[in-house]
């Protein structure tokens, strides 16, 4: 039987391995940090990869039964509704990122939250998380490697993220976000894997 530690390792990079070459929440995490402050994304990344994790440790195989339609669908919408959110949010200055969209009670918490939560299950990171927790039975460390493997992931691409919105006008990165999202929501509703 490994070392907790050699598992803990294990996990970290197997799974950041398969998010980082498989996995469209980069883009989705890097669109949001670029409109947003990236703490306040980061903390809703977080939790979410931490939940969804949590999941994956726990339901092991059963997560691989969720209808693939069903998966789907809540992706779909869940992209165009963040889409939606971007798109209307209200301009607080030239350049400076906002807190929250004014007026319309969305924190980029719960909407970085939403966007990363409710899409992609049974993704290959949860499905690597999921495999070596049944092989190794040590969900609790799979689940701590896992979440903070996916967590360097959302550093990554919210340090992309604020350097775009650095360098490219704030109108530009909203079109691009929400031409990026839409996009996302074409490939999952067509079933294409990127």
């Known amino acids: 039987m490994p070392t907790l530690l050699s598992i803990f390792l294990l996990t ?15 883009y989705t995490v890097a669109s949001l940090a670029a409109r947003f402050r990236p703490l306040p994304v980061l903390a809703g990344v977080a939790a979410a990869v931490t939940c969804k994790m949590a999941v994956a440790v726990l339901l092991g195989r059963t997560i691989l039964l969720l209808p693939e339609g069903l998966v789907r669908g809540v992706a779909v919408a869940t992209i165009l509704g963040a889409a ?14 906002q807190t929250a969209p004014e007026g319309r009670g969305t924190h980029p918490v719960v909407l970085a939250f939403v966007a990363v939560f409710l899409t992609e299950w049974a993704d290959p990171g ?18 701590i490697a896992a979440s903070l493997a996916v967590s360097t992931k959302a550093v990554f691409a919210a340090t992309a993220g604020v350097v775009l919105r650095r360098w490219v006008p704030r109108n530009v990165l909203r079109g691009v976000a929400v031409a990026g999202l839409l996009g996302m929501a074409v490939l999952v509703a067509l079933g294409v894997s990127t």
């Open 84 to 97: 939606v959110l971007v798109w209307r949010g209200e301009d607080g200055g030239a350049g400076a990122p």
């Open 126 to 143: 949860q499905l690597t998380a999921a495999t070596l927790s049944v092989r190794y039975d040590a969900p609790v460390i799979v689940w």
């Open 12 to 26: 970290y990079a197997a799974v950041i391995a398969v998010e980082i070459a498989g996995d469209r929440s980069l």
